[in-house]
């Protein structure tokens, strides 16, 4: 297990289309989080996941934002109806216990056209 | 309220030259940890360190080093002999407290020019 992925890496989707994301985190780590970043931003917390249950969503996340982690293991993060301002690199992380430092996946970045 | 401040937003040096990255943070946490990372153009950000609030040591890392000062909520970066492959944006962040999230600055982005 060499550290976070996330697929695909790049999505480039047509307004109104719905996009889903993937991230397998390091299997030992039981927290998973996902951020979304824009360019010249530090990432925005998005939702967080300890096991299989989501324990914290941010405002950023609308009606049209999904996650789940349905066995404690990979999560996907689904975007419906998808809006140009959802273009951005979405970013999973995951961590063993809390205060430890995350490690990141290389991201998935979505463009809407 | 939680807040990450690196007020350099661009760093343009040469090669070989030291550079430090500012980073301040505010939180009323007494419990809390900072954190740098790198992202470079590839896009992953990479974790360098995670500093908890009660250790105030300095930390040292090959040619990395972090001066962490409560006094001044400060928690700044140096790269000695700064070199080609540093060229990056580096982030500092903040998780304080039971927060289940890292709060972030904006980033600053260092060149480093041959």
């Known amino acids: 297990d060499t550290g976070v992925s996330q697929d695909p890496r790049h999505k480039i989707t047509k307004r109104g289309q719905n996009v889903t994301f993937r991230c397998d985190p390091i299997s030992e780590h039981n927290r998973l989080y996902w951020y979304r970043q824009t360019l010249g931003q530090g990432p925005e917390f998005l939702t967080y996941f300890q096991n299989e249950a989501q324990l914290e969503k941010s405002r950023l996340l609308s009606d049209r934002f999904s996650a789940e982690r349905p066995k404690g293991s990979f999560s996907t993060l689904e975007i419906q109806r998808t809006e140009q301002g959802d273009s951005a690199m979405y970013l999973c992380a995951s961590s063993p216990t809390a205060g430890n430092g995350y490690t990141f996946g290389s991201g998935t970045r979505l463009t809407v056209v | ?114």
């Open chain 2, 1 to 114: 309220a939680q807040k990450v401040t690196q007020a350099q937003t661009e760093i343009s040096v040469v090669e070989k030259e030291d550079v430090t990255l500012d980073c301040v943070y505010e939180t009323r946490d007494t419990t809390y940890y900072l954190f740098w990372y790198k992202q470079p153009p590839s896009g992953e950000l990479v974790f360098l360190i995670r500093r908890n609030s009660f250790d105030e040591q300095n930390e040292i890392s090959g040619r990395y080093s972090w001066n962490f000062q409560k006094s001044t909520s400060s928690f700044n970066f140096t790269i000695t002999a700064s070199q080609v492959v540093d060229s990056a944006v580096y982030f500092c962040a903040l998780k304080g407290g039971n927060n289940r999230k890292l709060i972030w600055g904006l980033g600053t982005s260092l060149a480093v020019n041959p």
